[in-house]
């Protein structure tokens, strides 16, 4: 059986990471959120034992949005200074993340307990939001340097949208994890650009 060159596998993760902070910026500025992009971010949480990267998001469709950002990003088409800023923020709350053995228990336990509210109502309802959101206030948003999310105030006001706000960073907190254990590191950004974009127009086909 061929193998796959982990790059490959280290540009979905890295796309899940992009598309999961683009919905937190979407639903911080205008209170909503694409419904279908979040919902495969959220499902992404509850795929623990997936076979391959592109299975934790249901397939490599399902993370296209993320690979058009990224591509748009290597290739410098497009530099959102804020989604940038963003996505390095979570990389560094994932190492503070993963090093708290602690902690990532508890997010497993948490997410585990929300999994079947999740599969009866869909990974986008208020009543499953809600708990995810709530999880990453105990646990994520204690560690320092916090995330900060700018935004409309009026929304960032409302508790549901904070609720989703939170449950998108962890996805994405999900994704750089994913994204390190396939190898990832921030020196790919800077020294091999052009072999990241190659396997992302790969992938987009």
Excluded at 1 to 14: F, G, H, K, N, S
Excluded at 88 to 115: K, Y
Excluded at 124 to 140: C, D, F, S
Excluded at 160 to 175: D, G, I, M, P
Aim: glycine residues 6%; contains cysteine.
């Amino acid at each position: 059986m061929a193998t796959v060159e982990p790059i490959y596998d280290r540009v979905v993760a890295l796309a899940g990471l992009l598309q999961a902070l683009a919905q937190v910026r979407r639903v911080a500025d205008t209170g909503e959120a694409n419904e279908d992009i979040l919902a495969t971010c959220i499902d992404s949480l509850f795929r623990f034992d997936a076979r391959t990267t592109a299975d934790v998001y249901g397939g490599l469709e399902n993370v296209r949005p993320g690979l058009l950002l990224l591509r748009d990003y290597l290739s410098g088409a497009n530099r959102d200074e804020q989604l940038a800023r963003l996505s390095l923020a979570v990389m560094q709350l994932e190492r503070r993340f993963v090093r708290d053995t602690s902690m990532t228990d508890r997010v497993r336990r948490g997410l585990q307990e929300i999994q079947f509210q999740a599969e009866r109502e869909g990974p986008t309802h208020p009543e499953v939001l809600a708990p995810i959101g709530q999880l990453y206030a105990k646990t994520l948003s204690t560690l320092r340097p916090r995330v900060l999310v700018q935004g409309n105030p009026h929304y960032l006001g409302q508790p549901a949208v904070v609720a989703e706000v939170r449950a998108a960073l962890l996805a994405a907190v999900r994704s750089a994890v994913l994204w390190r254990q396939r190898g990832g590191s921030l020196w790919d950004l800077a020294l091999q650009r052009r072999r990241m974009l190659a396997a992302v127009d790969a992938h987009l086909g």
